[in-house]
Each structure stands twice: as C-alpha cells, then as structure tokens.
C-alpha cells in the first residue's frame, strides 16, 4: 500500500502539490485563529458558588450556610471533589468536575440544587451566584479609574455605571470586577432613645421603608377617545424623601423617619481594596476572560474598549491599564517563534552543508513549515492553545529525519545510474530511479518515525494537572511527526520528480573526512562487541544512578518581567489599617528601587466577585519592572528580589 502511495505520488504529482497549497491556506487561517497563551491553563473543570451574609461571622457562615450548601450539592453528576472555604460575609463552594464534563451542563446541575436550598437560607443572606465561567488565568486586563479632583466615591460610581457595563460587551469577556473604591448608599441611622419614646421597634422601621419605596400600577382609565394610565410613584430619590416616610401618628400628629433617626449618604461594608503607586486607595475594574477563548485577541479587544471609553467618561478622569496579559503573551509567543525558526535555520544549514545542493536542501526543508501548519490544524480542532509547551518541544530533526533519508538516496541512485548509462536519463529513466530510491528506504524511516511517535504516547495518557500541562506537547509532536511521515511518502517523492535532476553528485569533503575516521572505530566496535555492549549499559546503569542527583523542576522558568509579593499581617486587621500598611510598602519599593520598579499596584482581600476569596491580611504587591538595561540597584531579578527583601524587612 505504501508503495502504490509513493507511486501515485509521482504519477500525480500536480495534485499532490495542489493538496499541499490547500493545506498551507487552512493552516495559515487555523494560525490566525489559533488561541495563544503563555503556558496551558491547568485549572480543572470547576464550578464555583458564592453566598454573602455580610452580617454572619466565619462559625455562623460554616454552621448555617456553608455546610447545608454542601450537603445540597453532593453527588452530583461527574463531580469529583467539592471544597469550600467560610469567611466573614462569605462562603464560597467549588464543586470539580471531571475532565470530560461539559462546563455548561455542570453549572446547570448546580444551578437546580440550589433553587431548592434557596428556602432554607439564613435571614439576611443573599441568594447565591455562580461565577463567572472563567479559570484561574481568567484575569487578563486591569483598567484603574484615575482623577485628580473627584472622590473614591465618584470613581467607583463611574467604575459601576460607565466603564463596567461597556467593558462587559467586549466578545470573549464574560466578567468585570470592581476592587477598591466605595460604594455610595442611604443609611438610616436609627436612635434607640428616640424609637423607645415614640414606642416604634425597629422591625416597624424597616419595614415602613420598605412598602414606602416602591412603585404601584392601577391599570388604566378610560376617557373618550383615549386611555390614561394610572400608576403611584412612591420610589424614593433623594435623602429628603426618606426624612419625609411616615411611621405612625401619636395625638393625630405624623411621626415621620427624620424623628427617630438619621438619615444621610454613607459607605457599603466591603472586604478588599486596592492601591497604586504609595498614593493610597484607588479604584480598578478587572477584566475576566469566559474559559476557552483566545487570551491574546480578548485583551486587545479590550485595550481597544478602554480607548473608546476614554473620550466618554467625564473631563479629568485617566483609564490606565495595568498588567496586561498580552505582554508576557509576546514575550512566550517570541522566545517560542525565536526557538522554532533558529532550529529551522540550523536545520536547513546542516542539511545544506551535507547534501550541497540547494534544490535538495530546500525541498527536506519545506517538509518544516508544513508539518508545523498541519500540526497547528489538528491543534486548532482539538481546541489546544499555542503556548511555551506546546510549541517548545518541537524538533525539526526528527521530522525532517525522513525526508533527508529520502532525497539523498534518491540524489545518490540518480547520480549512480547516470554514471552507469554514460548518458543524461530520459524521463521515464528519472522517475522510476526516483520511485525506487524512494521505495528502498522508505519502509525503513517510517519505521523509525512510528517508533517515536510510540514513544510520545504515553504523555497523552496523563491525567488531571500533568495532563493539562503536558498532553498539548504530546499532542503537537505527535501531529507534527504524523504529518512528516505522511509529507515525507508523498510530497517528498513528487518534488523530487518535479525538481531533482541526474547530475553527477559532488564528492562532499566533509562526509569524506568524517567517513575516513568512522570506519575504523566501527571495525573496531564489531570486532569487540561484547565490550561495546558491555559499556553501553555500564553507561545506562550509570545515568540511573545520577538521575537522583539532577536538578528537576515541573516546568520551565517563565520571566514576565515582574515581581509579585504576598505578604501576610495579623488576622483581624481593618481595611483602614491595610489600605495604610499598603501604601507604606509600595512608597518605600518606589523610593528605594525607582529605576527598576516601574509602577506598583497591591489587591487587599477580595473583590465584590470573590474570584480570589483573600482576608484582609493577605495582600498582593504586583511589581513590573522596567528593562533590565535601566537597573542600578542589582544586575539579576535574584539580586533584586533579595535587596526587596531586606528593605521590607525594615519596615
């Protein structure tokens, strides 16, 4: 079968090429739309719910919340783990699913238990959400709300009803968190005294706030030729509105809310913040990418949002981005596209240097880009992301291993037959010498070349974390040494019909030289085998000793030029005192290293979603730096990293 294949190859070879331009052009487009990212996303498939009872404590959440929301949610269908964590105001329960669940029929199993625990919830607590369907690397683009004139409070107002809501309609976003800032409400302060003096409990307060602040329809009455609607306004609008709701009457005179309490504008309860640059608080939206999408393409989306929201928001107002995904993305996408052509040029160089012909070389080197371009198909429809693993392991050696064998035995049989014939070959002479030097050796690479692929099979056996971080390299050289082999049994042979002629091959000096010297140490190697034998698995039981020994790490080292630090204080702590412990931090890094931090950001506890349900005493310190060509406090990120060490621990 193998042989017909290489047979029709060259008997229609047009075609062949045809085919191949027709897989360039569906490669190039699955390129275009490939998702990119720096490292695979190893998060599992998880559905999260969380619960606010912002008047409960941690034993309150865990006792009335917390546990009924896991025993409600237990056995569900291809869970396979739930763990949850209970802070003030917040639960939170994440319920993992198996790999092959689908994430939207997960969120709905969860979504019809909980409409039935919702009866059974604590007065006072809210009903729960899911969130957002994003995964740990959902996160992808800051935007901080910045003035010099206008008040947390006006930000964040800004941040909630203007930059929010357009941020939200960007394709591939599925969230927008707000950190920092304040969130502006009508309190109604209420006067204990003045309740027990006008004998009004403070159940009868709320609940005379709550029926006086809603809207009622009377349908409509009939006038003539018309109808004219009939509606009671009784929403609230202004601070003098709630002053104003009547209570009960004592001695036919009205007591109104203005006489038992106080009511003005104040501040929502809230468990996070955010600073920037040892200028304190400051208000920031987050942009959270929905799981599966392109990381690279969204953020640019949203780059492209947050400059079209610039000219609206109000005059004074600055969106300045911060940690932007598509920076470290870059950075990956060109050490991973600077590895793959630097391996592709020194490929194409030796094999240049060892079959000095140009038209030979060329054609073994076009097999590269091709196997890339269908390796990149079979990515695309297996909904893999280009990254640092799935394009670092890559060897072009192996796949152009065949296609070398190939076009030097055929350059080889050409040159011998037509020192044979004395003559220059006729065309049919030229194809049959070419289909034979094909044949000869072709069953014996492609033997080589399903030995490796075996051997990057049982990488596609790995599950959970070390499947999601390493089966795209499996994947992706498994395509890519597919595609050689197939490339290699009929591209190959049809370019070389097209372009190979019978010249007299060149004696290549090098090969001489190398074959002058390899001789005699094979004599010898036959000649004492069982020696040879002998070392090599002295050598094998050796490595195995050693192995122990060597340095191992779970992944390669990836710097994104920045430094993130987390430092921990009391429990217990009040925003007041973190937002003031943050500030300090991030003036004295800025004062002390100000050429090679570029700016500071910290995140204190957690966001109104609490994607990342952190205490108050846990902070975040996000620290891009500037290039390394600009420092002057230290020469190496593990020099700088040290003398920040030293200067926090003096504070």
């Not at 191949?20 to 490292?39: F, N, R």
């Not at 006006?154 to 927008?176: C, K, M, N, S």
């Not at 005179?253 to 920037?276: C, H, N, W, Y």
């Not at 034998?533 to 000793?545: F, I, K, R, T």
Request: glycine letters at 6%; aromatic letters at 6%.
């Amino acid at each position: 079968m193998l042989n017909r294949l290489i047979e029709a190859s060259i008997e229609h070879r047009f075609f062949v090429l045809l085919a191949t331009a027709v897989l360039m052009m569906v490669g190039l487009y699955c390129t275009w739309t490939l998702p990119i990212d720096a490292v695979p996303d190893i998060t599992t498939n998880q559905v999260v719910i969380n619960m606010a009872a912002p008047a409960l404590a941690p034993e309150e959440i865990e006792r009335q919340i917390t546990r009924p929301l896991e025993i409600s949610l237990s056995g569900l269908p291809g869970s396979t783990e739930m763990r949850s964590i209970s802070q003030f105001g917040l639960c939170q329960v994440t319920v993992v699913f198996d790999d092959h669940s689908d994430i939207y029929r997960a969120r709905q199993l969860v979504a019809e238990r909980l409409a039935v625990l919702s009866e059974q919830l604590p007065p006072g607590a809210r009903a729960p959400e899911l969130a957002p369907i994003a995964t740990g690397l959902g996160e992808i683009y800051y935007v901080f709300i910045e003035s010099d004139t206008l008040s947390l409070v006006d930000r964040r107002a800004i941040l909630d009803w203007q930059v929010r809501p357009r941020l939200r309609t960007v394709p591939g976003v599925i969230e927008v968190n707000s950190f920092g800032g304040t969130v502006k409400q009508y309190q109604v302060l209420a006067n204990p005294e003045r309740l027990r003096t006008y004998n009004i409990s403070l159940n009868e307060l709320r609940l005379a706030l709550a029926e006086n602040n809603r809207n009622a329809g009377g349908a409509y009455i009939p006038k003539q030729n018309e109808q004219q609607l009939v509606q009671g306004i009784g929403v609230v609008g202004s601070l003098e509105d709630i002053r104003n709701i009547v209570l009960t009457a004592k001695n036919g005179v009205p007591v109104l809310v203005s006489d038992v309490a106080e009511v003005k504008f104040g501040q929502a309860m809230r468990q996070g913040s955010i600073t920037k640059d040892g200028r304190g608080e400051t208000v920031a939206a987050i942009a959270v990418m929905l799981m599966g999408e392109n990381s690279r393409e969204v953020t640019r989306r949203v780059k492209e949002r947050v400059a079209e929201l610039q000219k609206e928001v109000p005059p004074g107002v600055r969106l300045v981005g911060f940690l932007d995904r598509t920076t470290l993305v870059d950075q990956t996408l060109h050490t991973a596209a600077q590895n793959l052509v630097e391996g592709g040029l020194l490929v194409i160089a030796v094999l240049m240097v060892f079959l000095l012909q140009l038209r030979a070389g060329l054609i073994v080197s076009s097999i590269i880009p091709l196997a890339m371009l269908f390796a990149i198909i079979g990515m695309r429809y297996f909904h893999l992301s280009a990254n640092l693993m799935s394009l670092g392991a890559v060897d072009f050696g192996l796949i152009v291993d065949a296609a070398v064998i190939i076009v030097e035995n055929c350059v080889r049989r050409l040159s011998e037959q037509r020192v044979k014939l004395g003559r220059a070959l006729t065309e049919a002479e030229r194809l049959e010498t070419i289909r034979s030097g094909t044949i000869e050796v072709r069953q014996a690479s492609q033997f080589g070349e399903l030995i490796i692929i075996a051997a990057y099979l049982p990488v596609l056996s790995l599950v959970g974390v070390e499947g999601k971080m390493f089966r795209p390299m499996g994947f992706t050289v498994v395509l890519a040494l597919s595609a050689a082999m197939v490339l290699s049994a009929t591209l190959i042979p049809a370019l070389c019909a097209y372009f190979l002629k019978d010249q007299v091959e060149k004696e290549n000096r090098l090969v001489s030289w190398l074959q002058i010297r390899y001789l005699p140490l094979l004599r010898r190697a036959v000649q004492k085998r069982v020696g040879v034998v002998a070392a090599a698995v002295g050598l094998v039981l050796a490595s195995l000793l050693l192995f122990p020994w060597l340095g191992a790490e779970f992944l390669p080292k990836l710097d994104e030029g920045a430094i993130c630090i987390n430092p921990g204080y009391l429990p217990g702590i009040s925003v007041e005192s973190a937002i003031q412990r943050a500030t300090l931090v991030e003036k004295v890094l800025m004062e002390r290293f100000p050429d090679e931090i570029k700016t500071t950001a910290t995140r204190i506890g957690r966001p109104d979603i609490a994607t990342d349900p952190m205490l108050l005493s846990q902070h975040d310190i996000f620290l891009p730096l500037t290039p390394r060509s600009q420092w002057k406090k230290a020469s190496t990120k593990a020099e700088l990293i040290k003398k920040i060490e030293e200067a926090l621990g003096d504070i």
